[in-house]
Protein backbone atom coordinates (compact mmCIF):
# COMPACT_ATOMS: atom_id res chain seq x y z
CA UNK A 1 0.00 0.00 0.00
CA UNK A 2 2.17 2.91 -1.39
CA UNK A 3 -0.62 5.37 0.63
CA UNK A 4 -2.25 6.91 -2.07
CA UNK A 5 -5.64 6.54 -2.82
CA UNK A 6 -8.01 6.93 -5.44
CA UNK A 7 -11.72 6.67 -5.76
CA UNK A 8 -13.36 5.06 -7.98
CA UNK A 9 -11.79 2.02 -8.73
CA UNK A 10 -14.04 1.12 -11.43
CA UNK A 11 -16.24 3.55 -13.64
CA UNK A 12 -18.25 2.76 -16.46
CA UNK A 13 -20.06 5.60 -18.48
CA UNK A 14 -20.90 6.15 -22.27
CA UNK A 15 -19.54 8.26 -25.06
CA UNK A 16 -20.41 12.08 -24.41
CA UNK A 17 -20.39 12.08 -20.89
CA UNK A 18 -18.10 13.85 -18.27
CA UNK A 19 -16.39 12.59 -15.20
CA UNK A 20 -14.42 13.00 -12.00
CA UNK A 21 -11.58 10.79 -10.54
CA UNK A 22 -9.93 11.43 -7.78
CA UNK A 23 -7.18 11.31 -5.44
CA UNK A 24 -5.43 11.68 -2.23
CA UNK A 25 -1.64 12.06 -1.81
CA UNK A 26 0.68 10.25 0.42
CA UNK A 27 0.04 12.50 3.71
CA UNK A 28 2.65 14.92 3.80
CA UNK A 29 3.08 15.09 -0.24
CA UNK A 30 2.94 18.14 -1.94
CA UNK A 31 2.50 16.75 -5.50
CA UNK A 32 0.42 15.00 -7.49
CA UNK A 33 0.80 13.13 -10.91
CA UNK A 34 -1.69 11.90 -12.94
CA UNK A 35 -1.02 9.33 -15.75
CA UNK A 36 -2.69 7.32 -18.46
CA UNK A 37 -2.41 3.83 -19.38
CA UNK A 38 -3.97 1.99 -22.01
CA UNK A 39 -2.84 -1.27 -23.73
CA UNK A 40 -1.28 -0.10 -26.92
CA UNK A 41 0.01 3.23 -25.37
CA UNK A 42 1.95 2.23 -22.27
CA UNK A 43 1.80 4.78 -19.10
CA UNK A 44 1.61 8.61 -20.61
CA UNK A 45 1.81 11.49 -18.68
CA UNK A 46 -1.08 13.97 -18.52
CA UNK A 47 -0.11 16.80 -15.88
CA UNK A 48 1.55 17.57 -12.12
CA UNK A 49 0.43 19.77 -9.55
CA UNK A 50 2.13 20.96 -6.77
CA UNK A 51 0.75 21.92 -3.69
CA UNK A 52 -2.05 23.53 -5.40
CA UNK A 53 -0.36 25.23 -9.22
CA UNK A 54 -0.15 23.36 -12.22
CA UNK A 55 3.78 22.82 -12.48
CA UNK A 56 4.37 20.16 -15.51
CA UNK A 57 1.64 19.49 -18.70
CA UNK A 58 2.35 16.36 -20.81
CA UNK A 59 -0.34 14.72 -23.60
CA UNK A 60 -2.99 16.11 -21.82
CA UNK A 61 -6.44 16.35 -24.28
CA UNK A 62 -7.82 19.94 -23.97
CA UNK A 63 -11.03 17.60 -22.89
CA UNK A 64 -9.03 17.02 -19.65
CA UNK A 65 -8.44 19.30 -17.00
CA UNK A 66 -7.10 18.75 -13.34
CA UNK A 67 -7.00 20.75 -10.62
CA UNK A 68 -5.52 20.09 -7.14
CA UNK A 69 -7.18 21.47 -3.67
CA UNK A 70 -5.99 23.29 -0.47
CA UNK A 71 -6.72 19.94 1.29
CA UNK A 72 -3.88 18.53 -1.82
CA UNK A 73 -6.54 16.10 -2.71
CA UNK A 74 -6.55 15.84 -6.57
CA UNK A 75 -9.03 15.79 -9.22
CA UNK A 76 -8.75 14.66 -12.82
CA UNK A 77 -12.42 15.85 -15.35
CA UNK A 78 -12.72 13.64 -18.55
CA UNK A 79 -15.14 15.20 -20.77
CA UNK A 80 -17.10 14.49 -24.02
CA UNK A 81 -15.70 11.32 -23.61
CA UNK A 82 -14.85 8.83 -26.47
CA UNK A 83 -14.44 4.97 -26.52
CA UNK A 84 -10.69 5.52 -26.70
CA UNK A 85 -10.33 7.09 -23.17
CA UNK A 86 -11.04 3.65 -21.73
CA UNK A 87 -8.08 3.37 -19.88
CA UNK A 88 -6.14 2.74 -16.13
CA UNK A 89 -5.68 6.41 -15.09
CA UNK A 90 -3.07 6.60 -11.84
CA UNK A 91 -2.35 9.23 -9.81
CA UNK A 92 1.10 9.36 -8.12
CA UNK A 93 2.64 11.38 -5.21
CA UNK A 94 5.58 12.65 -3.93
CA UNK A 95 6.59 14.94 -1.49
CA UNK A 96 7.93 18.08 -3.01
CA UNK A 97 8.48 18.89 -6.69
CA UNK A 98 12.42 18.60 -6.81
CA UNK A 99 14.24 16.30 -9.69
CA UNK A 100 15.16 13.60 -6.92
CA UNK A 101 12.06 12.51 -5.74
CA UNK A 102 10.51 9.12 -6.29
CA UNK A 103 6.72 8.85 -6.92
CA UNK A 104 4.63 6.58 -5.80
CA UNK A 105 1.19 5.46 -7.61
CA UNK A 106 -2.52 5.11 -6.15
CA UNK A 107 -3.99 1.98 -7.19
CA UNK A 108 -5.92 3.46 -10.40
CA UNK A 109 -9.47 3.79 -11.66
CA UNK A 110 -10.56 1.89 -14.66
CA UNK A 111 -12.49 3.79 -16.67
CA UNK A 112 -14.47 1.81 -19.54
CA UNK A 113 -16.23 4.27 -21.77
CA UNK A 114 -19.11 2.20 -23.96
CA UNK B 1 14.14 13.42 -28.13
CA UNK B 2 13.61 10.44 -26.24
CA UNK B 3 13.39 6.72 -27.27
CA UNK B 4 13.03 3.97 -24.68
CA UNK B 5 13.68 0.45 -25.67
CA UNK B 6 12.73 -2.52 -23.55
CA UNK B 7 11.88 -6.41 -24.78
CA UNK B 8 8.36 -6.71 -24.62
CA UNK B 9 8.05 -10.85 -22.90
CA UNK B 10 10.43 -12.57 -21.19
CA UNK B 11 10.21 -16.18 -19.88
CA UNK B 12 12.17 -17.76 -17.10
CA UNK B 13 12.03 -20.70 -14.59
CA UNK B 14 11.72 -20.85 -11.21
CA UNK B 15 14.47 -20.30 -8.85
CA UNK B 16 16.41 -18.88 -11.86
CA UNK B 17 17.90 -15.03 -12.74
CA UNK B 18 16.53 -12.78 -15.53
CA UNK B 19 18.05 -9.55 -16.57
CA UNK B 20 15.82 -7.34 -18.26
CA UNK B 21 17.20 -4.48 -20.50
CA UNK B 22 16.48 -0.75 -21.38
CA UNK B 23 18.61 1.58 -23.55
CA UNK B 24 17.45 4.78 -24.14
CA UNK B 25 18.16 7.71 -26.73
CA UNK B 26 18.11 10.90 -24.87
CA UNK B 27 19.74 14.07 -24.10
CA UNK B 28 20.27 15.51 -20.56
CA UNK B 29 19.77 12.49 -19.00
CA UNK B 30 19.27 12.80 -15.48
CA UNK B 31 18.23 9.20 -13.97
CA UNK B 32 16.43 5.77 -14.08
CA UNK B 33 13.97 4.15 -12.68
CA UNK B 34 12.57 0.82 -12.34
CA UNK B 35 9.06 0.21 -11.58
CA UNK B 36 7.22 -3.49 -10.97
CA UNK B 37 3.27 -3.62 -12.30
CA UNK B 38 0.97 -6.68 -12.14
CA UNK B 39 -1.87 -6.65 -14.16
CA UNK B 40 -4.24 -4.43 -12.97
CA UNK B 41 -2.44 -2.69 -10.20
CA UNK B 42 -0.20 0.40 -9.77
CA UNK B 43 3.28 0.51 -10.31
CA UNK B 44 5.39 -0.06 -7.22
CA UNK B 45 9.27 1.63 -7.45
CA UNK B 46 11.93 -0.73 -7.17
CA UNK B 47 14.78 1.58 -7.93
CA UNK B 48 16.47 4.53 -9.46
CA UNK B 49 19.89 5.19 -10.78
CA UNK B 50 21.77 8.41 -11.61
CA UNK B 51 25.02 7.53 -11.58
CA UNK B 52 27.13 4.56 -13.59
CA UNK B 53 27.11 1.44 -11.58
CA UNK B 54 25.00 -0.97 -9.87
CA UNK B 55 22.86 -0.45 -7.03
CA UNK B 56 21.43 -3.94 -5.20
CA UNK B 57 18.56 -4.22 -3.26
CA UNK B 58 18.15 -7.32 -2.06
CA UNK B 59 17.47 -10.37 -5.03
CA UNK B 60 16.88 -7.29 -7.54
CA UNK B 61 20.07 -5.13 -8.80
CA UNK B 62 20.16 -2.46 -10.96
CA UNK B 63 22.88 -0.96 -13.56
CA UNK B 64 23.32 2.16 -15.65
CA UNK B 65 25.76 3.07 -17.84
CA UNK B 66 24.97 6.68 -18.50
CA UNK B 67 28.01 6.38 -21.63
CA UNK B 68 25.98 3.74 -23.52
CA UNK B 69 22.52 4.42 -22.53
CA UNK B 70 21.85 1.40 -21.18
CA UNK B 71 20.74 0.10 -17.68
CA UNK B 72 19.64 -3.31 -16.58
CA UNK B 73 17.28 -4.96 -14.13
CA UNK B 74 18.44 -7.93 -12.79
CA UNK B 75 16.22 -10.45 -10.77
CA UNK B 76 17.77 -13.27 -8.72
CA UNK B 77 16.03 -16.63 -7.32
CA UNK B 78 13.05 -15.53 -9.24
CA UNK B 79 9.64 -16.74 -7.64
CA UNK B 80 6.42 -17.38 -9.59
CA UNK B 81 5.34 -13.64 -8.07
CA UNK B 82 7.62 -12.10 -9.72
CA UNK B 83 5.71 -12.76 -12.73
CA UNK B 84 4.64 -8.94 -13.86
CA UNK B 85 5.36 -5.74 -16.29
CA UNK B 86 8.63 -4.29 -15.03
CA UNK B 87 8.93 -0.47 -16.62
CA UNK B 88 11.79 1.40 -17.72
CA UNK B 89 11.28 5.52 -16.93
CA UNK B 90 13.86 8.18 -17.91
CA UNK B 91 14.04 11.45 -16.25
CA UNK B 92 15.32 14.22 -18.14
CA UNK B 93 17.78 17.63 -16.46
CA UNK B 94 16.21 20.47 -17.35
CA UNK B 95 12.81 21.60 -18.18
CA UNK B 96 9.87 19.83 -16.92
CA UNK B 97 11.86 16.65 -14.90
CA UNK B 98 8.55 14.03 -15.02
CA UNK B 99 9.83 10.29 -15.77
CA UNK B 100 9.06 9.16 -19.36
CA UNK B 101 7.91 5.29 -19.21
CA UNK B 102 9.17 2.65 -21.54
CA UNK B 103 6.09 0.31 -22.71
CA UNK B 104 7.33 -2.20 -20.20
CA UNK B 105 8.38 -6.25 -20.23
CA UNK B 106 6.28 -8.62 -19.57
CA UNK B 107 8.21 -11.20 -17.19
CA UNK B 108 6.29 -14.61 -17.18
CA UNK B 109 7.84 -16.86 -14.58
CA UNK B 110 6.86 -20.67 -14.69
CA UNK B 111 7.52 -23.77 -12.35
Known amino acids: DSGVTQTPKHLITATGQRVTLRCSPRSGDLSVYWYQQSLDQGLQFLIQYYNGEERAKGNILERFSAQQFPDLHSELNLSSLELGDSALYFC?????????????FGPGTRLTVL | GQNIDQPTEMTATEGAIVQINCTYQ??????LFWYQQHAGEAPTFLSYNVLDGLEEKGRFSSFLSRSKGYSYLLLKELQMKDSASYLCAVRLSGGSYIPTFGRGTSLIVHP
Open chain 1, 92 to 104: ASSPSDSYTDTQY
Open chain 2, 26 to 31: TSGFNG
